[in-house]
């Protein structure tokens, strides 16, 4: 039931997402810029309570409250505190790309503060502290002490490998020996675990750090323990007189799938339930799978990836077909304009996908990855860094959004940071580690997982290497790969063939390389040899405008395609196609016409096609019926398709992803 | 604002709905049967307690307890009266067609036991009697008092003219007095009216019955107070501290349109809230119009009529696009799958375009009352009277029903009485007054807006006349008149030309009529003439089966078509079509074969035509991807469609109405 993980070893350890990688690419690096100059001084206002117009957060002076410096009424959701922990996480991150000592005054004084927050005992909550101090403990369905405790710990851990200060790191230290007296399965503890799931993935990077194997066999007693009879979700709720923080009046049941504690987590294979909290679990799965070397466990990732990618996945790598407990549906349901898709969801993904890499290397993994990065997590955020999505449709009609109540959920234009602020700061803290995402690597093997502008400095092959990556993606598909060796060294470089690229041309100092696709290994072109010091790698990636078909099982999507080219799923938006952009009808044959999107920023390309428009004619004797025998006419029209990450920049119009074919 | 209704004047009554029609038709007759053979006994079990398998009701028990009669809790919801009301309207309709000493005993001892629990001012309501003495009137917004009465009039109405007994319409005569001294713009009186609308258009049948001019001018106070400003929904719900009995925890606002109180009922043209609100009200408001001569009224009733049914109805006559507040939306938004479409809805928008017609003859209102008649509201009832849909998709995928939340209130199957018994007793009164719908009657012009077999007696022409109706809707289009009439008379039969049919030929006495289709006065061949005794008139109305095409606003049936024949709309099921059924697509040419459902009841023709399946073509070496670049193939497969109102009949599966075109 609860194995004992295996001792560190270094050969399972060959697997890594090295951190020794600089970005520097004239796409992605804008947005790193933007996190550093924009969104991490706008967030640091916010948890302040000074940023203009938006709620007040609390985050600060819950803490400021909770460590005697101040007096007042805690403020905000029961997880306030990890919006000040995911901000100090994306410093920590920006601090690794560039110090900055002003960033880093700020930071310290707000680990001065959280430290003078803790409770002698190591207890760390500013909730509890404030406002149920004695019911520590009492609703970890709902109350996410432990989930707080694991984005402080993701903060201490990125703090630490950016400035080497452990004070964060020694305090969060102290959290988990606090928290090992309190769980586990001897007398008097509780056998139990957080309803959101994320101290697991925490506790893994904890272990990496520090190579503490107790806060790896922890992770796996919360792991373990999820699902398991009798039910600890269900026990807690009927202990609390079927009552919790966000059911006050009390509930007729509990829904433990929507923690995905419906049963144990190693029968699990199909994903269910609040979607951030899956993947944050099937995350935290993946990586002790690996690191415990659990085949069960692996097993399981493996269901539940092919479950969420191949049945409940959209096409922008969102997640999570419902907001109604923000959360999947079942296999093949995927409402365009219902949708949730929250970006954490999808971010949440992307670590998965990353530990799935790191569990094998299949370049599925990046593709998913990938899919998810440049649309739905890169959709989220505007171009100020101010105003997010939080939900990511693929149909929106701004009217239904306002006056049908099933889309309220759903908003039309991005928004100034949120009462919930759970997404503008995990955009912040994946852009800021986005270069952990480029590469893995397996003892020897470099894998290119996306083609991103950086240099990676490792040892490789026994001497100290420089790999220098140079990317025009996402809108041309040259990639240039530079080494600098101090000594010839013998390593292979594996370069992902993109799943949009249906061709890969590939040269080694100017000499084409004879390739054939069957030689790939799991979607990579392996290149090993013994490389010199300045040897350059060419590839070319065919970026080209294609239509997707989604699986005829997607209701959802059926009859219609998507415009995608090379990583960038395109919508249709009325700021180009006028109003009713559903009645638009494409070719299967269409050939599509690129130009510069001069009214978008980045300079982006849209594409054009010749298609249709089903139009009701006009009839002047007859009232305005709305159903008649008389079919639509079919006239002419273009088509203009922007990239989805870019839609909602032109103020309130619709927008669809999937247009009917012809 | 509060215009005084003009006196009674026979020359506006000369339009009415008569009720000395009796109905013998193959098709409807059964569904009366039906009613007064199963639904009626059974509905008296299950206002008893005593229906298997059924939520208690409490209706009667309620009464008993106000009555002294019995001890106990009161039971059920806060308008639980209207149940047993809606029975005693559906006998007094039913002893109308055929006396039945038995149900009238049980209906008389029901009678005895309200009249014991009236209170000696007149008042009348259990809940508030049991449960929450001295509170009345305190919660017009949410608690049915007057919605209650309103049902009790039109019982008593109905049970009078069934049998001239006289108990019950005393009774709410009684309570109508007492009404009077609690409303009204008088000192210490509420200026105010019901949540729900209802007693508006029982107060217009209680003076179409009495002629006496209080009751018409109680509902033009009702009518012509809603909305206005200071805004009573408002007022009450604030001195209510905010709460209400639906809210009892409060609410930090109140949206008066639910309740159709945002504006002055005059200035409303685009029906919004609670559907059934909304078209009851439509209906008082509608009679109003006509029994005052109030061209304001009408002006709104036109209005009010346009926006539903040329931009909010769905294409079986449903109305209330959203289960959020059983509610319209807005123009054009008519999903198929998260539609609510109530069949009580259906049945107040039949209502209301009986009162319509009673303004002025036009057939676009009997085409709606038809649409929504055959459709939506004969589909609402299972074949056994026992089961009924409340809710009536247009789109069903079972799977969705039961995995995503924002579908759970579509059933695919009809369920076993409600908890909310509101819609099997309302289609249980409609169908056995049914009789009052086939024709509507101005001066000597009798308007056959049914085409339904009956027997009309009345006085036309200044003699006593007798039209016998046969008909063979909906599979065939054959209908013939037969005049018995004690002497020549003139008058004037008027045809109603469905717009279903494109043609209409008509004989007199064997000997065709020319005619062409600009000599139709608003839909009606107007056949005035001395008619004699044995008189025959055939008519040939043209029953095939064609596609509709919505209006291209509607962003849910873009590119696509519904199945028509004659006045019943089609759909596609599993049973006939297998699996996935939104892959079928259909040709605008499609040429339709018809045969006989041999595996649904009552002589059912369905439909059958060469179609196509869109379908993902397996493939061997690929994992099982989602989304691909390969379209689907097009395979020809057959498509069998059957009647709407027969759907879900052959367990669960899916369903369509609108289908994908090429």
Redesign the interface.
């Known amino acids: 039931m609860n194995p004992i993980p295996k001792p560190y070893d270094a050969k399972q350890h060959a697997a890594v997402a090295p951190a020794g990688v600089t970005l520097n690419d004239p796409f992605w690096s804008p947005y790193t810029d933007l996190v550093q100059n924009v969104v991490i001084p706008y967030q640091y206002e916010a948890i302040h309570d000074r940023a203009p117009g938006a709620e007040p957060s609390g985050a600060v002076q819950n803490f400021r409250i909770a460590a005697g410096q101040a007096e007042g009424e805690y403020v905000g959701w029961v997880f306030q505190d990890s919006d000040l922990a995911k901000w100090l996480e994306a410093v920590g991150y920006s601090l690794q790309i560039r110090r900055d000592a002003d960033l880093e005054r700020r930071a310290d004084e707000l680990i001065d503060l959280i430290e003078a927050a803790q409770h002698p005992d190591g207890y760390l909550n500013t909730y509890f502290t404030i406002k149920e101090p004695g019911k520590r403990w009492t609703d970890l369905t709902d109350c996410h002490e432990l989930y707080c405790a694991g984005h402080m710990i993701e903060a201490a851990v990125a703090y630490y490998e950016a400035t080497g200060k452990d004070k964060l790191l020694n305090v969060m230290k102290r959290m988990i020996e606090h928290v090992e007296t309190v769980f586990g399965t001897g007398e008097g503890q509780i056998r139990g675990y957080d309803g959101h799931q994320e101290i697991e993935l925490a506790l893994v990077k904890l272990y990496h750090l520090t190579k503490e194997e107790r806060y790896l066999k922890l992770a796996a007693f919360f792991i373990n323990e999820r699902g398991q009879e009798p039910n600890f979700i269900r026990r807690e709720w009927e202990q609390r007189g079927r009552r919790s923080h966000f059911r006050p ?1 009390g509930s007729s049941d509990i829904d433990t799938s929507y923690y995905q504690a419906n049963k144990p987590v190693r029968e699990q294979n199909v994903a269910v339930g609040h979607a951030v909290r899956a993947v944050y679990m099937y995350t935290a799965m993946a990586d002790l799978a690996r690191l415990t070397e659990d085949a069960e466990l692996e097993t399981a990732c493996r269901a539940l990836w ?1 479950n969420i ?3 409940q ?1 959209y ?1 922008t790598g969102g997640i999570g ?5 923000e ?1 999947f ?2 296999d093949y ?1 995927l ?1 365009n304009d ?1 949708i949730y898709a929250e970006t954490c969801a999808s971010i949440g993904l992307i670590f998965f996908a990353q530990r799935m890499l790191l569990l094998e290397p299949k370049s ?1 993994y990046a593709d998913v990855m990938e899919r998810a990065l440049y649309n739905n997590v890169l959709g989220s955020m505007a171009q100020d860094g101010k105003h997010y999505f939080y939900v990511n449709p693929l149909e929106v ?1 701004p ?2 959004c306002s ?4 889309k309220h959920h759903v908003k039309s234009e991005r928004q100034a940071w949120f009462g919930c602020a759970c997404c503008p700061p995990n955009v912040a803290r994946l852009l800021t580690s986005l270069n952990r995402y480029v590469y893995t690597r397996r003892g020897d093997t470099l894998y290119a997982n996306l083609y991103i502008g950086s240099e990676l400095s490792a040892e490789l092959g026994g001497t100290s290497v420089t790999v220098k990556q140079q990317a025009e993606l996402p809108w041309s598909g040259a990639v240039r790969f530079e080494i600098a060796a101090e000594q010839k060294s013998r390593f292979a470089l594996a370069l992902r063939v993109p799943n949009w690229s ?1 061709n890969m041309t590939v040269s080694i100092n100017g000499e084409s390389l004879k390739f054939s696709l069957s030689e790939l290994q799991d979607g990579y072109l392996l290149l090993e040899r013994d490389w010199n010091d300045g040897d350059v790698v060419e590839v070319s990636l065919t970026i080209q405008t ?10 959802a999507d ?2 219609k ?2 415009i995608q080219r090379g990583p960038l799923v395109y919508c249709a938006e009325s700021a180009d196609n006028g109003e ?1 952009i ?2 638009l ?1 494409l070719s ?1 044959n269409a050939i599509f016409s690129e130009r510069p999107a001069n009214d978008l920023p980045g300079g982006a390309i849209a594409v054009e096609t010749e298609a249709f428009r ?3 004619p006009a009839t002047d004797n007859e ?10 006419v079919l006239e002419p029209a273009k088509l203009t398709a922007v990239p989805y990450y870019l839609w909602g920049n032109r103020g309130q119009g619709e927008m669809t992803v999937w247009m ?3």
Chains 1, 2 share one sequence.
């Open positions: 009046h092919n990618t191949r049945t996945m096409v077909s419902t907001h109604h407990g959360a549906t079942f349901d409402p219902t599925e009609w009217q239904a006056c049908n109540p099933g249906p294609t239509l997707l078909y989604a699986d005829t099982r997607v209701r059926v009859h395609a998507a009713s559903l009645t009808r299967q089903s139009v009701t009232p305005d019926v709305l159903y008649r025998t008389q079919p639509p009917n074919t012809l």
